[in-house]
């Protein structure tokens, strides 16, 4: 009998002491929270990605009861989390639009040419340091997927042609590949915008035209050919009001280099009908 | 419900494909013999925890869930310890302190949270099975290659002969984790799985 | 002195995780950054120090004086998954910035085989209260130096050109055996 008694007193009464231990501690050193923090923290995307400028959403959700930021500063989370919040801190909350990110350069590896042999790590901001990058134009694309490991909702792949595709139904508009680029050719464009020129490069039409075939050459023949005037020449690229413009597509057939873009045409799907168009 | 027990063996193994239980895979696989025991015991106390916890799953609060796992587990090692110290004490000599660790193996506990706390009895030791299976067959996998490369023999059976200088550094702990390491790189290459992985089809 | 010498011998001549396979899951799992292991490593110390003292009082007055060592899984577990959930409840009261960077790594450390192989190790070496103490932290120490290289290592392995099947664990167990390789060399320096 005596065997059986002494580890059930023995490890009963080790696990009742160490309970009431607990028990106690969690009287005394209850941390006082909001309520709110938790059901906000519940309602928000949960990925930590940081795009609100907070380390995680836990810290975000601290400082939304604490008032100090607006709910759509929640960028990944959207119009849904940002109304989830509002109804949960009792404020109205004005929703904002879907917003992508998109590469503004169409120079890859069929377009533009390199201008030299690079060997090092394969890093765009590594790429960056030897002279602006092994690039035929300076402001383009390098290809070495950067943007792609920084994206927190895996929302960028690297085509065959060596730039960056995105996923739409994945990206959040986040803005943290925009960060990440060093040649800051990524750019966040709102789900209304109807027409962009997708590259970076200001240089005039011979020094574009030498190094790659897609790049806009300043000719001007959009803002032309624009029937509303939305298009005006800031130098050698375009500069498009996107209120102004009825989406007739008119500049984006007449671009010689293929430059301008729909943007809510997924890249990928576009180069495809491309393809199959012939 | 055989494929509760399949996915332990091969698909979901838990050194090669969860990399869980490191601790002691790379601990006592010097020889196939220790692998193959310390195998056979997780295997008992996967079985026998997965059993208890899912008897009891909807009896244990949830405030103590994890301790009370703990206790589950640390029973049954207990009495896993206490029968191969009994049994066959010369390989539970060697085993050493592994044995008691086995209350710590992330896999034990890991199966027990995942899968014994939120499913019936049969697919819960079904599941335990097929993974204390895999556990095992994985251990004395990594330790037939290690016994054989470190000292020549298999089982205690020399194999290779005179002229076979024993890599020596294969018994010790370096030996250990670059020939898992090894092993885990070949059968990633050959199962194809994390090069597809890696291409991110999303179609 | 003595307490030195425990303390070098648990931290590099017998380091956990490379020569006592002890940790092993969170040193392939946690390290890939270093600001990340090296927190992970210091809370992971904290409560190997604490568990030290604590699992030396359980083992000499309840295991040793009831004279139960079947016991001693159970209470060894139960002792060090209370002390975790205490810690944490502590820290989150005492300072709320210290939860925030270490916290999150409290609840890993009960099941790191590193604290629990701590308290079976510290008995099979029948130290006394104050050695063990020493054990423990040393052992704690050794464990964030290997985890904060691994971190470290990995980081720059990041931009290397790894065989695609070797990419995670089989690269990171590669390096490790080489880093075990390395701790060989302190190998016989002590012998406690």
């Not at chain 1, 001007?220 to 800031?234: G, H, Q, R, T, Y």
């Amino acid at each position: 009998m005596e065997t059986y008694l002494i580890p059930i007193l023995s490890m009963g009464g080790l696990g009742a002491l160490l309970a009431a231990v607990l028990v106690l501690a969690d009287n005394k050193l209850r941390v006082e929270e909001d309520a709110r923090i938790d059901l906000i923290e519940e309602a928000l995307p949960g990925a930590n990605c940081a795009a609100c400028g907070y380390a995680g959403c836990r810290q975000f959700a601290e400082q939304l009861v604490a008032g100090k930021i607006d709910p759509s500063a929640c960028r990944p989370g959207g119009a849904s989390t940002a109304l989830a919040i509002g109804k949960i801190l009792g404020v109205e909350v004005e929703v904002g639009v879907p917003m992508r990110a998109r590469v503004m350069c169409l120079g890859g590896e069929a377009e533009c040419d390199t201008r030299s042999e690079y060997e090092g790590i394969s890093d765009c901001r590594a790429a960056m340091l030897l002279g602006g990058g092994n690039k035929g134009c300076v402001y383009g694309c390098l290809g070495f997927a950067t943007c792609v490991d920084s994206c927190p909702f895996g929302a960028m792949r690297m085509d065959a042609n060596g730039l960056p595709e995105i996923n739409d139904d994945t990206c959040t508009g986040c803005g943290i590949c925009v960060e990440a680029c060093p040649k800051s050719v990524i750019s966040v464009v709102a789900e209304g915008d109807k027409v962009i020129v997708a590259c970076s490069s200001p240089e005039k039409a011979k020094v574009v035209k030498e190094v790659c075939s897609r790049g806009c050459i300043g000719c001007s023949l959009c803002a032309k050919v624009c029937p509303v005037d939305a298009i005006i020449m800031d130098g050698n690229l375009p500069v498009i009001d996107q209120e102004r413009c009825i989406a007739c597509g008119d500049c984006i057939e007449r671009c010689p280099t293929d430059s301008m873009l729909d943007p809510q045409i997924n890249h990928i799907l576009m180069i495809r009908q491309k393809k199959e168009a012939g | 419900m055989f494929q509760e027990f399949k996915k332990g063996l091969w698909s979901e193994n838990a050194v090669f494909r969860q990399l869980l239980g490191m601790c002691p895979t790379l601990a006592v696989t010097n020889s196939g013999i220790n692998g193959l025991f310390m195998g056979l015991a997780t295997l008992f106390v996967l079985v026998g925890s997965g059993l208890t916890v899912s008897i009891f799953k909807n009896s244990i609060p949830k405030q103590v869930r994890l301790a009370a796992y703990v206790v589950i587990i640390a029973t049954f090692v207990t009495m896993a310890d206490l029968f191969l110290a009994g049994s066959v004490p010369e390989i539970s000599k060697s085993l050493g302190p592994y044995v008691p660790l086995i209350v710590v193996n992330c896999l034990v506990l890991g199966r027990a949270e995942a899968f014994s706390s939120k499913n019936r009895l049969v697919p819960s030791v079904a599941d335990a099975a097929g993974m204390g299976l895999g556990f095992t067959i994985a251990l004395v996998a990594l330790g037939i290659v290690r016994e054989l490369i470190g000292s020549g023999a298999v089982f205690g059976v020399q194999l290779l002969g005179g002229w076979f200088e024993p890599w020596l550094i294969m018994m010790l702990p370096p030996g250990a984790f670059i020939s898992l390491g090894i092993m885990i790189g070949l059968i990633n290459h050959f199962t194809d799985r994390r090069l597809a992985a890696r291409h991110q089809h999303w179609e | 002195m003595q307490l030195v010498l425990i303390f070098i011998s648990a931290a590099i001549v017998n380091n956990f995780v490379l020569t006592l396979f002890l940790g092993i899951c969170p040193f392939l799992g946690m390290s890939r950054r270093v600001e990340a292991a090296f927190s992970m490593g210091l809370a992971t110390t904290f409560v190997m120090t604490l568990t030290a003292a604590l699992t030396w009082i359980i083992n000499n007055y309840i295991i040793k004086g009831f004279d139960v060592p079947y016991l001693q899984n159970v209470a060894f577990i139960i002792t060090i998954a209370s002390l975790v959930q205490f810690v944490e409840m502590y820290i989150k009261k005492s300072s709320p910035s210290l939860y925030r960077t270490l916290g999150i790594f409290l609840p890993l450390i009960t099941t790191n085989c590193a604290v629990f192989g701590l308290a079976l190790f510290g008995d099979l070496k029948e130290f006394s209260f104050i050695q063990n103490i020493a054990y423990g932290f040393g052992a704690g120490a050794g464990f964030t130096l290997a985890m904060t290289m691994m971190a470290g290592i990995r980081e720059e392995l990041r931009f290397s050109a790894v065989p695609k099947a070797m990419e995670g664990a089989g690269i990171t167990l590669i390096v490790a055996g080489l880093m075990a390789l390395a701790f060989m060399g302190f190998s016989g320096l002590l012998t406690i």
